[in-house]
């Protein structure tokens, strides 16, 4: 398989550990699949998945790039979609023990990068990605972001689309600039913006 230029997207269930911890096993294993089924179905982008890691789903997609209002629509859509699951969870298990905490503890954090270097290789029926740029969407998944609930944009990402087609206020938010330090990585710069107000 040749390396090429890729969009890696990872919606991260944030609250992950916290929940499975403090709620009985049976609930859990309900919830989270349903919360992640509903992000899976919320892809209007035609990403595909390569992995899904427990609280997170790796998509990527290849070839020409959304523009920038169609991959923040996306994000939008993922969140909006993931807190309407929340809420009929909530309403579900409203009398099992633990589905109080349900929409208090989870939320929704989305991390995109772009790697020009990513091979998509075949494992049995699934596909490993693979390459340098892999292993910083993950890492960017550990940051220095002050909120739990983010858009976060690599550098990247952002230099692949022009400054003019770049809104760095949305009406519900601005972008914020940060950057964070990674052992044998270096230094990755970012932008980040509050996915919170869009459901205040």
């Not at 916290?18 to 892809?43: G, H, R």
């Not at 340098?132 to 550990?142: F, G, Q, T």
């Amino acid at each position: 398989m040749e390396a090429e230029p890729t969009l890696i997207c990872i919606p991260d269930i944030s609250g992950f550990t916290q929940f499975m911890s403090s709620t009985d096993i049976e609930l859990s294993s309900k919830v989270i699949p349903s919360l992640l089924n509903k992000v899976i179905y919320a892809n209007k982008l035609e990403l595909r998945v390569s992995e899904i890691e427990g609280d997170a789903i790796l998509f990527y997609r290849t070839g020409l790039l959304p523009t920038f209002t169609e991959l923040v629509y996306q994000c939008r859509l993922f969140y909006t979609e993931f807190y309407k699951q929340l809420k009929q969870l909530k309403q579900k298990y409203r009398k099992v023990p633990g589905g109080e905490k349900i929409p208090d503890i989870l939320g929704l954090k989305i991390v995109l990068h772009y790697g020009k270097q990513i091979t998509a290789v075949p494992i049995g029926k699934n596909i490993k990605l693979m390459g340098e740029d892999v292993i910083i969407a993950h890492r960017l998944l550990k940051n220095k972001i002050p909120i739990e609930e983010y858009i976060l944009l690599s550098e990247d990402l952002l230099s692949e689309y022009k400054e003019t087609t770049i809104e760095r206020n949305f009406g519900w938010g601005d972008l914020h600039d940060r950057e964070t330090e990674y052992q044998h990585i270096g230094e990755v710069n970012y932008s980040y913006i509050d996915l919170k107000p869009l459901i205040e």
